[in-house]
């Protein structure tokens, strides 16, 4: 005869069964969670038809001059590593492109929803909730950055590592480390670590990627320490290139990047890893943190430490689907704790220093106190520290999260829209669509990568390549040569010594002809942008 329950056991499990019933989709919905996550994602990339940055364009452009020229999508700017994964769907254009970017995106936050069940989370749906309404993430998801693929390589990285298939999560990180360079110390870090528990293969095995970064650059120039050359000199080279935003920069705009859920939940996290005296998923906490803080680092104006970043928000969101699962141990644990004071006098500090000083306005680069407050931020964050203490069912506490996290995605976001200087580049590519088919193709002279992107075009597209417009390129340039100069990029001596600025070419109008200008100007009639079109002359 079977032995009894008592009445306390026919009371507390049911509530667990629905528990994980609620919050462990089936493997069919699951995926197909996954898929309308896709097209959600590539749907608000209609809608948000701006640029975060430009660099996005350039990176589009790069990845189908690799069909042209294999070695142009070689060095540190370009991420090589990234580039060989797009270069065959830049094939088919920039909406494919964005697609799959959408693709990558909602198998990040599936990664994320893994990752929570394999440390044993009973609540993974909200991982893949927390994940997949981030603020910065959904700006960025579909556009063309290297972050992307480099956030889906860590999670299923990490999703290997705590699954015991050591050798998938070596080959992750080797791909990592050959996107982004400066995940190079975390790979040496965890090549120590595969070493002393004796995984001697997969700790070989980190070197693979790296390996074949630096033959390749070795076999094109010769160079036998090809791969050290090339970090140190991209980091020498934009040293000073950029602002250094300053140590504290990235603590500031972290609600702008992970948003005021993620971020109170991954706060209460360390609290809760203090008053425990136990981390759970050191591994994960080590590299979140470790990168968080070798960023701010970077951006350090006194120590001026490594390259200069400029303070760039985007480098962050490689870490929000390890923060996403750190953060569901506050919920899971909550229940637990002897006391919960500490925690309740940790978050009302946090949400005062919100409040005090994280609670401005932002141009997604900085925040801009010249341009007011922004409260909405501190919504989250208030709502996030007072749902933890809610005393109502753990089932109804993570359904009122969910709902939270949509709530604040839908007051938060904001599609980013073309600038008026990505306007002015698109109507410079039709007006020189125009000039192109009345007097057929010149020598151009640019720098301005929109230009390519707005014709559709690399530069192995044009009859004769365009050249950077420096002295020494026009002075053997063609008469009739067409020099596009622009305020953005033609004039960055900081970065090219041996750019000209736009009154060397109006001081010399024996050789140098204007023939088209196009003004952005502000609300006090002050261009800023500008482009010049000159045509050289005879000598």
């Known amino acids: 005869m079977g032995k009894v329950k008592s009445k306390k056991q026919v009371q507390t499990e049911p509530t667990q069964i629905i528990v994980n019933q609620s919050f462990t989709l089936s493997e069919p919905y699951l995926y197909i969670s996954t898929g309308l ?91 893949f909730a927390l994940m997949a309404t981030q603020p910065l993430w959904v700006n960025l998801v579909f556009r063309n950055y290297s972050e992307i693929l480099t956030a889906f390589l860590l999670v299923w990285g990490a999703w290997a590592h705590y699954r015991n298939r050591y050798i998938l999560a070596a080959l992750a990180m080797s791909y990592v ?31 693979l990627f790296p390996l074949f970064q630096h033959t390749w650059g070795m076999i094109l120039t010769g160079d036998p320490l090809y791969l050290l050359h090339q ?39 360390l609290v809760l890893s203090v008053q ?27 120590l001026k430490i490594g390259p200069a970043t400029g303070g760039n928000l985007r480098y962050m969101i490689v870490i929000a689907p390890l923060l996403s699962v750190l953060a569901l141990q506050t ?12 925690l309740l006098i940790a978050l009302t500090v946090w949400v ?30 208030v709502l996030a520290s007072m749902v933890i203490f809610l005393p109502i069912l753990q089932r109804q506490k993570i359904w009122t999260i969910i709902a939270i996290l949509f709530f604040m995605t839908a007051v938060t976001l904001r599609p980013i829209k ?24 010149k020598q151009i002279f640019w720098h301005h990568t929109m230009f390519y992107y707005f014709l559709g075009r690399t530069s192995f597209d044009f009859a004769r390549q365009p050249l950077p417009i ?50 952005v100007k502000n609300e006090e009639g002050e261009w800023v942008f500008l482009v010049l079109v000159f045509e050289k002359l005879k000598k």
Not at 474 to 498: C, F, M, N, Q, T
Request: hydrophobic share 40%; aromatic share 18%; charged share 20%.
């Open 37 to 127: 996550l896709t097209i959600l994602y590539f749907a608000y990339a209609q809608i948000a038809d701006g640029f975060y940055q430009q660099d996005e364009a350039a990176h589009f452009i790069n990845m189908r001059e690799f069909w042209y020229e294999p070695q142009r999508i070689l060095g540190n700017w370009s991420k090589t590593g990234y580039k060989l994964v797009y270069a065959l769907p830049s094939l088919l254009g920039i909406g494919f492109v964005t697609f799959f970017n959408a693709l990558l995106g909602a198998l990040t936050c599936l990664g994320t929803y893994r990752l929570a069940q394999s440390l044993r989370s009973e609540i993974p749906l909200l991982a």
């Open 177 to 207: 480390s050959f996107v982004r360079q400066e995940f190079y110390p975390f790979v040496g870090l965890y090549f120590i670590y595969l070493a002393y528990h004796k995984k001697w293969l997969a700790s070989l095995l980190l070197g």
């Open 231 to 269: 970090i140190t000199g991209m980091s020498a080279q934009i040293a000073e290139a950029y602002p250094r935003q300053g140590f504290e920069h990235y603590f500031l705009m972290s609600l702008t990047i992970f948003g005021g859920t993620a971020l109170t939940f991954f706060i209460a996290y």
């Open 276 to 302: 425990q005296r136990r981390i759970w998923a050191w591994e994960i906490a080590f590299l979140v943190l470790g990168y968080f803080l070798l960023q701010s680092l970077f951006n350090a104006q006194d």
């Open 331 to 342: 919920i899971e644990q909550f229940s637990s704790l002897k006391t919960k004071i500490p």
């Open 352 to 381: 005062l220093i919100v409040n005090l000083f994280m609670t401005y306005q932002t141009n997604l680069v900085t925040l801009r106190p010249d341009m007011g407050r922004d409260w909405r931020p501190l919504y989250g964050v």
């Open 418 to 441: 073309r600038s008026d200087e990505d306007k002015a580049c698109e109507t410079f590519a039709r007006w020189y669509e125009n000039y192109e088919k009345e007097k057929g193709q």
């Open 470 to 519: 420096t002295e020494k390129n026009l002075a053997d340039a063609p008469e009739g040569s067409l020099i596009v100069w622009d305020s953005h990029y033609s004039h960055r001596p900081e970065l090219r010594k041996e750019s000209l600025p736009h009154v060397y070419f109006l001081s010399k109008p024996d050789e140098y002809k204007l023939i088209h200008n196009q003004e």
